[in-house]
């Protein structure tokens, strides 16, 4: 198991929170600066006069509703104050300002920044990405809460392996996506050998036994044993 903090190794901390859905912390935001100040405003020279860009002058009076005559005259001192600006911003408003410079930025190809702020947003552990130039979610309320209900109905041989899996997926170092889904199949395994009353089966033969007392879905059933076999072919 990766060297998580207590809380996150044995589930104590909420899944919303392990997947960044409803806030953003220092981390986030500071990557998520740091992509926007080396990829795109980076560009801007530290002479320049601010009155002559139009990027960042859209920025200033469209996006923060500021005066313009109180707006820096360098390309240093408005770096400085957006950076300011940024660091207040509430987690929405954050995505909110990431939308609009790169629908504003005068520059035609964003790829390179939509990627970095892609990448920091996956290490992280942000339940967003950048789709089109707009913000979108990859995890939605109803997942959060079915994960939230599995850890907590689960019975401790299920359980265990939820929150091995909750712990690969939340390592921001080194994630481990393959082995959470080999533990999350763990956890369905362990269930199935419940209701089947048959510890020493496997997925396979626990999914038949299963089958015969409550008729599983064809395609449900699919699903299981493509996912079993993924996680335990080499």
Same mark, same amino acid.
């Given at each position: 198991?990766?060297?998580?903090?207590?809380?996150?190794?044995?589930?104590?901390?909420?899944?919303?929170?392990?997947?960044?859905?409803?806030?953003?912390?220092?981390?986030?935001?500071?990557?998520?600066?740091?992509?926007?100040?080396?990829?795109?405003?980076?560009?801007?020279?530290?002479?320049?006069?601010?009155?002559?860009? =139009?990027? %960042?002058?859209? !920025?200033?009076? @469209? /996006?923060?509703?500021?005066?313009? +005559?109180? $707006?820096?005259?360098?390309?240093?001192?408005?770096?400085?104050?957006?950076?300011?600006?940024?660091?207040?911003?509430?987690?929405?408003?954050?995505?909110?300002?990431?939308?609009?410079?790169?629908?504003?930025?005068?520059?035609?190809?964003?790829?390179?920044?939509?990627?970095?702020?892609?990448?920091?947003?996956?290490?992280?552990?942000?339940?967003?990405?950048?789709?089109? =130039?707009? %913000?979108?979610? !990859?995890?939605? @309320? /109803?997942?959060?809460?079915?994960? +939230?209900? $599995?850890?907590?109905?689960?019975?401790?041989?299920?359980?265990?392996?939820?929150?091995?899996?909750?712990?690969?997926?939340?390592?921001?170092?080194?994630?481990?996506?393959?082995?959470?889904?080999?533990?999350?199949?763990?956890?369905?395994?362990?269930?199935?050998?419940?209701?089947?009353?048959?510890?020493?089966?496997?997925?396979?033969?626990?999914?038949?036994?299963?089958?015969?007392?409550?008729?599983?879905?064809?395609?449900?059933?699919?699903?299981?044993?493509?996912?079993? $076999?993924?996680?335990?072919?080499?």
């Amino acid at each position: 198991m990766p060297d998580l903090p207590f809380s996150q190794r044995y589930g104590h901390t909420p899944i919303r929170s392990i997947l960044q859905k409803d806030s953003m912390d220092a981390e986030l935001r500071v990557s998520l600066w740091n992509v926007l100040r080396e990829r795109l405003f980076g560009r801007f020279s530290s002479q320049y006069n601010f009155q002559d860009s =139009g990027f %960042v002058k859209a !920025i200033w009076k @469209d /996006h923060f509703k500021r005066p313009v +005559d109180d $707006a820096p005259d360098t390309g240093h001192g408005a770096l400085i104050a957006l950076r300011r600006c940024f660091d207040k911003m509430e987690w929405t408003e954050v995505y909110e300002f990431v939308e609009f410079v790169l629908e504003t930025s005068p520059y035609i190809s964003k790829d390179w920044v939509i990627a970095g702020l892609n990448e920091v947003l996956k290490r992280e552990n942000s339940a967003y990405r950048i789709v089109g =130039g707009k %913000v979108i979610p !990859i995890i939605t @309320d /109803h997942e959060i809460k079915a994960i +939230d209900s $599995a850890l907590y109905w689960a019975p401790r041989a299920a359980e265990v392996h939820l929150n091995s899996a909750i712990a690969m997926l939340s390592d921001r170092v080194e994630p481990d996506y393959r082995n959470s889904i080999k533990e999350s199949i763990s956890a369905v395994e362990a269930i199935c050998k419940i209701i089947a009353a048959d510890d020493k089966a496997d997925l396979a033969k626990a999914l038949r036994a299963l089958n015969a007392k409550i008729s599983l879905h064809g395609a449900l059933r699919m699903a299981f044993d493509k996912l079993y $076999a993924y996680t335990n072919d080499e």
